[in-house]
C-alpha cells in the first residue's frame, strides 16, 4: 500500500512570501495521480491540483504542482492571507490515501 | 448538481454499535466509487475505504481494514459506514466523497460531515 509523507510538518511565512511544500511517496505514483488540496478550520477540503500539475477550476496561477514518480511539490508563489492552511497531497486510482499535511501558518 | 448528504451528528457510548450515511444526488450514484475519509479533531485526512455501489466491492485502507464496514443500498443512492462496537478513539468527524477521474480530469466532491462522539 502507497504510503504519502509530506514536509515540512508545519511551514512559518510571512504573506508575499514563497511557500514551497513536499510530497514523496513509497513507490512510484503511477500515471502522476497525486493531488493536492487546501483545508482551512471547519471547511472541507478544497482541491487545488490534480495529475500533479493541473490546477483545479477556478484556483488562481500562483498555486503550482511539479513533480513525477515519487517526489512531488505544491509552490505558492506570493502568499495571500487566505492561504494561511493545511495542505494535503493525496494519490488516486484504485486507492486513495493523503499525506499527513503540512500547516502553513503566520 | 452533485450533492453528498450525511446523516446527522451522533453521541454513543464505548461498545455501541453505529451506521451514519451518505446519500448521494444529482447523478447517477452507481456508476462511481463511494469512499469514506475520518478526520480527528486537529489531525489530518485519513481515507479509510471506497465501495463500488455497481457490485458491493469494497478497498479498505490497511489501517481501517477489520475495524469497520462499508455498504451500499443503490435503491436508494445511499452508501454507509457501519461500526459494530465502537471506542473512544473513533470519535472524528467522517466525510463521504466521490473521487474520480475522466476526460483527463479529476473530480472531488464531499459529504458535510458526520460528527461521531464515543464517550461514557
Known amino acids: 500500500e502507497i504510503v504519502l509523507t509530506q514536509s515540512p510538518g508545519t511551514l512559518s511565512l510571512s504573506p508575499g512570501e514563497r511557500a514551497t511544500l513536499s510530497c514523496r511517496a513509497s513507490?512510484?505514483?503511477?500515471?502522476?495521480?497525486l493531488a493536492w488540496y487546501q483545508q482551512k478550520p471547519g471547511q472541507l477540503p478544497r482541491l487545488l491540483i490534480y495529475?500533479?500539475?493541473t490546477r483545479a477550476t477556478g484556483i488562481p496561477d500562483r498555486f503550482s504542482g511539479t513533480g513525477s514518480g515519487t517526489d512531488f511539490s505544491l509552490t505558492i508563489s506570493r502568499l495571500e492571507p487566505e492561504d494561511f492552511a493545511v495542505y494535503y497531497c493525496?494519490?488516486?486510482?484504485?486507492?486513495?490515501?493523503f499525506g499527513p499535511g503540512t500547516k502553513v501558518d503566520i | 448538481e452533485v450533492q453528498l448528504e450525511q446523516s446527522g451528528a451522533e453521541v454513543k457510548k464505548p461498545g455501541e454499535s453505529l451506521r451514519i450515511s451518505c446519500k448521494g444526488s444529482?447523478?447517477?450514484?452507481?456508476?462511481?466509487?463511494i469512499s469514506w475519509v475520518r478526520q480527528m479533531s486537529g489531525k489530518g485526512l485519513e481515507w479509510m475505504g471506497r465501495?463500488?455501489?455497481?457490485?458491493?466491492?469494497?478497498k479498505f485502507s490497511p489501517s481501517f481494514q477489520g475495524h469497520v464496514t462499508i455498504s451500499v443500498d443503490k435503491s436508494i443512492s445511499t452508501s454507509y459506514l457501519q461500526w459494530s462496537s465502537l471506542n473512544a478513539s473513533d470519535t472524528a468527524m467522517y466525510y463521504c466523497?466521490?473521487?474520480?477521474?475522466?476526460?483527463?480530469?479529476?473530480?472531488?466532491?464531499w459529504g458535510q460531515g458526520t460528527l461521531v462522539t464515543v464517550s461514557s
Open positions: 466523497a466521490r473521487f474520480y477521474y475522466d476526460s483527463r480530469t479529476y473530480y472531488s466532491d
Open positions: 513507490q512510484i505514483v503511477s500515471s502522476d495521480y
Open positions: 444529482g447523478y447517477n450514484f452507481s456508476n462511481f466509487w
Open positions: 493525496q494519490r488516486y486510482g484504485s486507492s486513495f490515501p
Open positions: 465501495i463500488d455501489p455497481s457490485d458491493s466491492y469494497t
Open positions: 495529475d500533479a500539475s
